[in-house]
């Protein structure tokens, strides 16, 4: 079959981008109605969507490495279509499972599927080597290679993420030697937290690679690890849980997730017995007005993202949303990151809690030239407060807040980047007792376009 080996590969490599995590799934036509899928989600709306369009069964399903940002889909698509999973016999998962080591090869029907040993991101990371006889087309390089650096290696412990990041050099120097028009096809790209690089492209070359990607131009493998762990900021907390659960096998879903439909009455019973309630309108709809308590987290592509850094996974969550809002999707974030406990969501939303005489707080809205002397807060990651800051603005990442909801005065002005964050900042300090907040609307550069103020760097 013909496969392209270049950037713009034909209509048999079909790329699934997960925006939200940043992570990219990727579906192989195989030629003969079967498909390959690699590292595929627990989400397999768009891939079910896509081989049904082309026809497609999947006949196979790997996984690069033990994921510690998303379940797996892998041993789904094994129970609902008979795929054979392929994955690093070093993973030692408890699932049937086809386990391969470096060099092993799998005849896909056509094409090969080389297993290449590429640890660093994880001890059994491998990278898997499309090949057309003897001719490589391309390389899935999972959490290994990505564009424009090289996926985090600190996931196992900050005590090993050196030796890891030694590893990570030497791998990347084993896909150096792949001819240079060998397609790169990485799972991590810019918006994930297990890599560092933002911009648009997801898929490069190897030549591309190493004419561009600053860790190729290190000197020496000292300089490749200092570069790679000075680019490491945080991660979700549920990035601790996953990598395991991975191992083990997610559980199957039998039925696709949803929210059953709750009255206020059982809404404030579940609250009482200790669930957690997220507010999912935008934060405009939440400052206007929102049952006390709720957190902030507006449903958009990120949303998976702050519920795994901000909640924990073993505790009912109730959920209120817009009527336009699709709780299917939102259900479907949560399950892809393991949060499979949803209580459901308040039926009629915040008319059916007034109705009910529930109470209601509100959060001021603010813009940046009404900020005054009022104390700020920024809840933006450590890079981005780094690259420019309100002066005299005090700094907290948001996923640090739910250890004391603490960091913040009352009468404090919280920011992020527009607003979204902030907010969620704002519902978190204002639970743990912190009054008349404000969050702003805009970010770091409305402040300075609104006050001619010049923004401060550094930390």
Known sequence: ???????????????????????????????????????????????????????????????????????????????????????????????????????????????????????????????????????????????????????????????????????????????????DATAVWPTHGAGSFCSAPSGAERTTTVGAQKAANDLFAAPDEDAFVARLLGSLGSYPAYFERLSEINRRGPALLTTAPGLDPLTPQQVRALLADGAHLVDARSAAAFAAGHIPGALSNPLRPAFATWIGWLLPPDVPLVFLLEPDQDGADLAWQAAKIGYDRLAGQLDGGMDAWRADGGSIDTIELVTADRIGTRPVLDVRQDAEFTAGHIPGAAHRELGDLGADGQAAADGAVVMCGHGERAMTAASILARHGTRDLAVLVGGAADWAKATGGRLADGS
């Open 1 to 179: 079959m013909k496969l392209e080996s270049a950037m713009g590969c034909d209509e048999h490599l079909i790329p699934l981008v997960d925006e939200g995590l940043g992570n990219s799934a990727y579906l192989v036509d195989l030629g003969d109605g079967r498909a390959l899928a690699v590292d595929p989600a627990r989400d397999l709306r768009a891939l079910r969507a896509a081989a049904a369009e082309r026809g497609l069964t999947v006949a196979f399903a790997a996984d690069t490495h033990l994921h510690a940002d998303f379940l797996t889909g892998a041993l789904q698509l094994a129970h609902d279509d008979g795929a054979t999973v392929l994955a690093s016999a070093a993973g030692h998962r408890t699932f049937s499972h086809t386990a391969l080591d470096d060099g092993d090869e799998v005849d896909l029907g056509g094409l090969t599927l080389r297993a290449l040993a590429t640890p660093g991101h994880t001890d059994e990371h491998l990278s898997f080597l499309l090949l057309d006889g003897t001719r490589e087309l391309g390389v899935f390089t999972g959490g290994s290679l990505i564009v424009g650096s090289a996926a985090r290696t600190d996931l196992l412990g900050a005590d090993r993420a050196e030796e890891l990041a030694r590893a990570q050099y030497r791998s990347l120097q084993r896909l150096s030697m792949l001819p």
